[in-house]
């Protein structure tokens, strides 16, 4: 009886935590995906405890009871999405329902309690195995590219690899490119929109910036008309305190045909916050982006690094 109630806590706990927590803003890519492999846990301990303490279930028929697991799993994986999206705590997503399926089958195949014929069952653990490999990928690339993130810092950002490419988010359309390079064999081509705001931010990267004097960046534009860009930079206290225009740094420079270095000083990036000092130890992201263009454009970003040099000449 204590070995029932107590799980059945812990279940309680576990949706708890699935609705009203999560990992933070900005948090690592691993974390995140570690977080979300919950969902296979949650409902593997939830389904086990449903065969193994509810009568009622425990004498439906053999395919009654694994119809029955699947339409409870389908349903209670489904709400909780609703229930996040009217909570304001997330999207709902069609990737943590299949997680959910999947941990719901996992009791059945794996319990005593349901016979399958022979050989099936070797087969479906198979099958079950195998995708729960496939969903442990993300979270292994993920803690792969920030081990390398890390061993090469302070470069940010040279686009020799597609993982990198997951560091990046943004509402301009950004992909690997061969054809304008200024360091390696890639770059970061960027198509800027009409949109209000368009480019793209790093915001899965070292936040320990504290050590270095100058941010560097190379921007290849390829018209003959110049092209008016905005840098921004912002730590973690700067999310905490509701994103406000005064307590980031926001720089506007303009890039001409061709290759441009631009190079940022991080002593104003640290005075930037009107009221406060950003927290260098602490920086959670760096974007570029256009403001209002009049009509689309085409960048290449490379060659993303911080510097120990003094900013003489810094700017763009």
Known sequence: MIKKYSLALFIFILFSLS?????????????????????????????????????????????????LVFLITLMLGVGIELTQAALGSGNPDLKDVVRDLLGGVLPPVFSARIRFRSGLRFGLKTILLLLIIVALLPTGLAALDEYRAQTRFPLLGDFESRLELTRWIGDADFRLSTTKVWHGR??????????????????????????????????????????????????????????????????????????????????EVKSAPRTRTMDMKKIKNFAVFATRLPASRVIYLDDVFLSKEPPSGAGG
């Open 186 to 267: 890639k770059s970061l081509k960027i198509r800027l929109t009409t949109e209000r705001y368009s480019g793209v931010s790093l915001v899965y990267l070292p936040s320990d910036w504290s050590a270095y004097s100058t941010l560097h960046f190379h921007i290849y534009n390829p018209d003959s008309l110049p092209l008016t860009l905005t840098a921004r930079i912002h730590d973690a206290r700067h999310v905490k305190n509701g994103q406000p225009y005064s307590d980031r740094f926001n720089k506007r420079f303009t890039v001409h045909a061709g290759w441009n270095e631009i190079i940022m000083d991080l002593n």
């Open 19 to 67: 609705l009203f927590a999560g990992p933070g803003y900005h948090q690592t890519r691993s974390l995140e995906s570690l977080w979300n492999l919950g969902h296979i846990m949650l409902f593997a301990l939830l389904i086990y405890f449903l065969l193994e303490f509810w009568p009622w279930l425990q004498r439906q028929k053999q395919g009654r009871q694994i119809l």
